[in-house]
RNA sequence: UGGGGUGUCGCCAAGCGGUAAGGCACCGGGUUUUGAUCCCGGCAUACGCAGGUUCGAAUCCUGCCACCCCAGCCA
């Protein structure tokens, strides 16, 4: 569909690959921790990994980062998984777990010990973070610092043993106190927890944490390109430091890149969670959320996501994408694919009053440029809906809808002239008397009557009545900051309507739709006779500023 | 006042010493039984700022400035 992606990763990687001894595997891996759910911005590092596996015809894993035991679930794996394969990637077979590597990080813990380049620490957690410096003034070293390695391997094995209680001892790495990068001030290596592990349970009670278990891990998998986001540049030293003192023979390297961001929506874990917990939406699969979950009930389509990622590219600059070309991806995609329908949001009634008294039922193509997507029966009588926005009193210059006396064309029906409006007490427009014209049908139109434009509507007798979830950016900030955020949410996040559909759309099993003049439309997966609008259609029209209102 | 990064059009982003790709957005125009789609055209004498090197610099050097990340036994 587009030509590859040349970003600085895939450079590297075209360097790498070129070196006369070097290896041709490419092989990467895509590692969450399971507390929590995917986001778009998580599909970006997924779009990266798996692509790169696949066009260097190498191969990716799903590996999970579930050190902590404390915060991971498998209720975060299972959904971790479901968004993968709904993304388009397949890891069936490739799915591992770095708790699957306990047994080998633990040897390698050793294997440091012995070297006398990690120690068995017994400072309280307060005590570390006291002696770690700042971050203009050096550590100090702990004064178990010098244990000897017997010492430290006695306790070491004994932690595993779990003859402390949590926090008595960690194991760190004997590195540099002074170093003006805090993460080679002695990181430490492995913490005490007795907590049951969502996958190991109970089997083990020290865990080894995120930068000794990463690099080794990769090692382990021999991952050849280990790309992750920005924030983890300042660990690389520590990465390299860690696999340098083992005996591994594997060398992953380790590249950055910015993450993803997003206007007017927020991606941190923690700013999602306090709106599911504060009510601000609905649910982890929230359609005004960036959660894959979410997007995926809004209808915005993998496809979509995959283009937005490669249209967003890959560098190291913070950025922001518009949601606009989030919304330019999802009408590119459903443009060709989505099957139209007319669906009416605010229901206006309009009596034909020569039309017969009975129905016909006319035809109508599911998608004018796509023949083989068949047509639809599409009702006619002499009661229909067309949208409120449809009709005006007062039409501005260039108006193409209905009007006192103007003819407008029924969307592959007929073309209808409004004679009369009748209004209720308060003014209020309630019905459209109009008359058809019987020679206009679409198709085998004799009556060279020329329409000011084509409206959508729905005729009354077959009207589903539908409610219609109107989504809009969930804050009205671009930026939305954690300070102020609930301030910020945009109060027509949700706009919940009541309209009409045609029954062939209604009742049928398609999931996506175009609502004719409308927007795109998602049949909610969950609740019944609900669809939800994914996008609105784009719409050029703005009335001639002085005669705005009508 | 430490370390690590990043600064090219409103938003992304190519560019890798030879004289500013592309996409989104936006603005015109054409086609159209969706004011949609589609098509055509426009849109950075300019690359954070200031110097320097060079025949030639967004690309090299120096110095500033701005923004992001780091003081979890989170990842």
Redesign the pocket.
């Known amino acids: 569909m587009a030509e590859r992606?040349?970003?600085?990763i895939r450079?590297q990687i075209d360097r790498d690959i070129a070196k006369p001894d070097g290896s041709k595997d490419v092989i990467t891996r895509f590692?969450?921790?399971p507390?929590g759910y995917l986001h778009i911005g998580h599909a970006k590092s997924i779009c990266l990994n798996f692509g790169i596996a696949e066009e260097y015809g190498g191969h990716a894993y799903l590996r999970f980062?579930?050190?902590?035991p404390?915060?991971e679930s498998d209720e975060y794996v299972d959904a971790i998984k479901r968004d993968l394969a709904w993304l388009g990637f397949d890891v069936a077979n490739r799915v591992t777990f770095?708790s699957d590597y306990f047994e080998a990080l633990y040897n390698c813990a050793l294997e440091l010990i012995r070297k006398d380049k990690a120690f068995v620490?017994?400072?309280?957690?307060?005590?570390?973070?006291a002696t770690?410096?700042?971050?203009?003034e050096p550590g100090t070293d702990s004064p178990y610092r010098n244990r000897p390695v017997e010492e430290n391997l006695d306790l070491f094995t004994r932690m595993r043993a779990g003859e402390f209680p949590?926090?008595?001892?960690?194991l760190r790495a004997r590195i540099d106190m002074a170093s003006?990068?805090?993460?080679m001030r002695d990181?430490?290596l492995y913490?005490?927890?007795h907590a049951a592990h969502h996958n190991v349970g109970k089997a083990w009670v020290i865990?080894?944490?995120?930068?000794f278990?990463?690099c080794i891990c990769d090692a382990l998998e021999n991952i050849t390109h280990s790309l992750c986001t920005?924030?983890?540049?300042?660990?690389?030293p520590l990465y390299d430091w860690v696999l340098d003192n083992l005996s591994l023979n594997a060398r992953p390297r380790q590249i950055?890149f910015?993450r993803l961001?997003l206007?007017h929506t927020v991606m941190s874990k923690r700013l999602l969670q306090q709106l599911v917990t504060e009510g601000v939406v609905e649910g982890w699969d929230d359609p005004r959320l960036p959660t894959l979950a979410g997007l995926r009930r809004r209808g915005v389509t993998p496809r979509a996501i995959r283009d937005l990622c490669r249209?967003?590219?890959?560098?190291?600059?913070?950025?922001?994408?518009?949601i606009?070309?989030l919304?330019?991806c999802v009408?590119?995609d459903l443009?060709?694919s989505a099957p139209?329908a007319l669906g009416v949001v605010k229901p206006l009634k309009v009596r034909l009053t020569n039309y017969p008294q009975s129905n016909e039922t006319l035809q109508a193509p599911w998608?004018?440029?796509e023949p083989e997507m068949g047509t639809r029966p599409l009702p006619f009588g002499p009661e229909l809906y067309i949208d409120r926005e449809d009709f005006t009193f007062s039409?501005?210059p260039?108006?193409?809808?209905l009007s006192p006396g103007s003819h407008v064309?029924?969307?592959?029906?007929y073309i209808i002239r409004c004679d009369e409006v009748v209004t209720g007490a308060d003014g209020e427009v309630t019905e459209l008397l109009c008359t058809y014209l019987p020679d206009?049908?679409?198709?085998?139109?004799t009556s060279r009557v020329k329409?000011a434009?084509?409206?959508?509507w729905v005729a009354a007798h077959a009207a589903e009545p539908v409610q219609l979830r109107l989504y809009d950016r969930l804050f009205r900030t671009r930026n939305p900051k954690g300070s102020s955020l609930m301030d910020d949410v945009n109060p027509a996040s949700l706009v919940t309507a009541f309209g009409f559909l045609e029954p062939a759309a209604a009742t049928g099993e398609q999931s996506h739709f175009?609502?004719?003049?409308?927007g795109y439309f998602h049949r909610d997966p969950i609740l019944p006779r609900t669809f939800n609008r994914i996008v609105s259609?784009?719409?050029?029209?703005?009335?001639p500023r002085a005669l705005k209102d009508s």
């Open positions: 992606p040349t970003d600085f450079q590692p969450p921790e507390n980062d579930d050190t902590n404390l915060a770095a620490c017994s400072l309280s957690q307060d005590e570390i973070r770690r410096g700042t971050l203009t949590d926090g008595a001892h960690v003006p990068n805090l993460n990181p430490v913490r005490i927890r865990y080894p944490t995120y930068d278990t990463h920005l924030e983890f540049e300042d660990h690389r950055e910015s961001g206007e249209r967003a590219g890959v560098t190291k600059q913070d950025n922001q994408l518009e606009e070309l919304e330019f009408r590119s443009e060709d139209r998608h004018q440029r039409p501005p260039k108006w193409k809808r064309r029924l969307r592959y029906a206009s049908r679409s198709g085998s139109d329409p434009g084509v409206i959508h175009q609502f004719e003049r409308v259609l784009r719409d050029s029209w703005r009335p």
